[in-house]
């Protein structure tokens, strides 16, 4: 099988080496710059706008922003776009709930079981089904997020370093917040591919779409529930913006690995990047270290990605050779 890295061009290498420094960083970015008090809201708000300037100067750049402007209609928008806006929104909010309670290895794991809640709609909604392989892959999937879901405390005769610290209920808190912001991807994802693929929606327009959407609606649920709206930067300063600018970018970023790389190349550089926070937690004083449960779900997580991006043609010759 020929080398992934010699197939792919410069650009298609760059993309995928930032979302594997994007996916190792995100999370320990925000614990080292975020202020525990900060809205969660505003967070949102403030990477979905930066989203819509990232798109928009695409756009510019490669000279589609007036033809889409042309052709573009806010009934298709409406039908197409609200419904994954609203529930990406409330994903996001989840997201920096569960960055702030864990560690940044334990989010990434529990994060990837979104491919899991991705297939369950993929089937309900669009009747995608899958393949033998990919069915063993989301249950080893599962036994990796399963395995770093117990709390440090059943692992204390096990672990190198003490994790004691860390609070039972927090940690325990973290892990809900964050499968439910995976279930939530899961939905919405199954609803944006319907849009993109059904009714042929451009990707750059539609990811404007949907922060334009999942905006508006964190802002009107934040007056309707505390007279204000979300925008409120008293407690930041210029650190706060280094997650948030992490967080639009990796949007991005994931657009451009999947149009240039495709999901094989896209599954390699997130389970290098979760590699990679195992290691820069474990040799910096983030306050986090490895131990047995990351020890064990780390393989079980990359075995579980690359059998799940295995194109069809080699599950085939997997099926005849037997």
């Known amino acids: 099988m020929e080398s992934w890295l010699a197939s792919t061009s410069l650009k298609s290498s760059f993309y995928l080496g930032l979302l594997c420094l ?131 405390d059943d692992w204390s ?49 539609f990811t404007i779409e949907l922060a334009v959407f999942g905006t508006a609606a964190i802002a009107a649920s934040s007056y309707v529930t505390t007279g204000e709206f979300p925008l409120d930067y008293s407690d930041w300063d210029l650190n706060t913006l280094v997650p948030v600018i992490g967080q639009a970018a990796g949007g991005y970023i994931t657009g451009e690995v999947t149009k240039r790389s495709g999901g094989i190349k896209k599954g390699y550089a997130v389970s290098a990047g979760v590699v990679l926070t195992a290691f820069f937690e474990a040799y910096t004083d983030i306050q986090h270290s490895l131990d047995v449960r990351h020890t064990l779900s780390l393989p079980l997580l990359i075995s579980s990605v690359y059998l799940y991006n295995l194109p069809e043609t080699d599950i085939t010759v997997e099926k005849k050779s037997n």
């Open 22 to 152: 994007q996916v190792c960083l995100q999370p320990v970015l925000t614990k080292a710059f975020l202020k525990p008090g900060i809205k969660k809201s505003t967070l949102v708000v403030t990477a979905e706008l930066l989203k819509i300037v990232i798109c928009l100067l695409q756009l510019s750049f490669v000279g589609e922003l007036r033809k889409e402007y042309n052709k573009w209609s806010f009934h298709d928008s409406l039908i197409t776009a609200a419904l994954p806006a609203f529930i990406y929104a409330v994903q996001n909010i989840a997201i920096w709930i569960a960055y702030q309670n864990t560690s940044g290895l334990t989010f990434n794991i529990v994060n990837q079981t979104k491919i899991i809640f991705t297939a369950v709609f993929l089937y309900l909604v669009l009747n995608k089904q899958r393949s033998k392989t990919q069915v063993v892959a989301l249950f080893i999937l599962s036994l990796s997020a399963t395995i770093v879901s117990l709390p440090v």
């Open 157 to 205: 005769s096990f672990t190198s370093k003490d994790d004691s610290h860390v609070p039972v209920e927090t940690h325990y808190y973290g892990i809900l917040v964050a499968l439910f912001g995976s279930l939530l991807s899961g939905l919405a994802a199954t609803l944006c591919q319907y849009s993109l693929q059904g009714r042929g929606r451009n990707s750059k327009v």
